[in-house]
């Protein structure tokens, strides 16, 4: 009876150990729960600051807009803010012929460059010119502006005969520049992701090492290498001061590319600093920076849904 009582008694536990199990977990969920809630509000921060930009623009520039007429604003071709004239289309053609003529340079040699670091360069040259390539990211836009001044509008000045070197080609040149590290980053980093199994396969079945690369290789990076050209071509839409510097600041159509203009961004610059405040002048600089704001969403959505078909395909 004795030893049957002992059986029955019950055994002590301790809960010592589940105690401190408890607390870490408890410890756990917190700080997952507060690291949740800081990058929700982060993400909340990031949305509401494009909300706030959206709706400043829309409700300082509309008024002149509608005051100015949407067709005479969009499609007007002269601009004299003392005269009161607003017509932004050689501003807006401008920055079009500038960003794609950027593009049309800048786009080969950036892919053209992080295909030769990714795949072919050895390591020590690859290591050589990506640190250029970053340097070339960190430079001010001002020095390219200044560089530009100093040497570039000058060589087309000589080489073509005109009485000024500052015109569309100088501003696309700097352009063209000014876009490529963006491009080669993300473009390099993208080819550089691409599984080895699938250049292997090519190479198995005969192919040489450069047409794997371009057949192969290029194809299976597409969206990152077009990531890379968006992320350029808003580099070179939103661009001013390098700009302001080459491109002869005149309002002029881009009737070709030897003549003075005047992009989207540089009218804003030059020119805010003499409208007076509440005027119609101010108001219509305003417009401008609302209809280049909506010029990139609209380039970005139609580049992301390009991208989205070509992943889907």
């Given amino acids: ?137 960190g430079i001010p836009s001002i020095v390219y502006g200044l560089v530009g001044m100093i040497v570039l509008v000058p060589a087309i000045q000589r080489a073509f005969q005109l009485s000024s070197g500052a015109c569309l080609l100088a501003a696309i040149v700097v352009l063209a520049i000014m876009i490529l590290p963006a491009i080669i980053n993300v473009a390099e980093t993208s080819l550089r992701a691409v599984p080895k199994e699938y250049e292997e396969a090519s190479l198995a079945l005969g192919a040489t090492h450069i047409e794997t690369i371009f057949r192969v290789t290029l194809p299976a990076a597409r969206s990152g290498v077009a990531t890379a050209i968006v992320l350029g071509v808003g580099r070179a839409i939103g661009e001013a001061m390098a700009i302001i510097m080459v491109s002869g600041n005149v309002p002029n159509m881009p009737d070709s590319l030897f003549t003075p203009v005047r992009f989207l961004t540089t009218a804003i610059a030059s020119e805010m600093s003499y409208a007076s405040v509440g005027s119609l002048w101010q108001q219509a600089l305003y417009s401008v920076g609302l209809v280049l704001f909506l010029f990139i969403m609209l380039i970005n959505v139609i580049l992301n849904l390009f991208i989205k078909r070509k992943k889907e395909g």
């Fill in 1 to 137: 009876m004795a030893s049957e009582k002992i059986m029955e008694r019950p055994t002590p536990v301790s809960s010592a150990g589940e105690d401190t199990g408890n607390r870490l977990r408890r410890s756990r969920e917190a700080m997952e729960f507060g690291f949740q809630t800081l990058f929700l509000l982060c993400g909340f921060v990031s949305v509401a600051c494009v909300l706030f930009i959206c709706l400043y623009l829309i409700v300082s520039g509309l008024p002149a807009i509608l005051e100015i007429g949407v067709t005479d604003f969009l499609f007007g071709t002269e601009w004299a803010g003392r005269q009161d004239k607003f017509g932004i289309l050689p501003f807006i053609l401008t920055s079009v012929a500038g960003t794609a003529g950027a593009v049309l340079v800048g786009v080969p040699v950036g892919v053209l460059t992080a295909l030769f670091l990714a795949k072919v360069a050895p390591d020590a040259v690859a290591r050589v010119i990506r640190t250029a390539v970053e340097l070339l990211a």
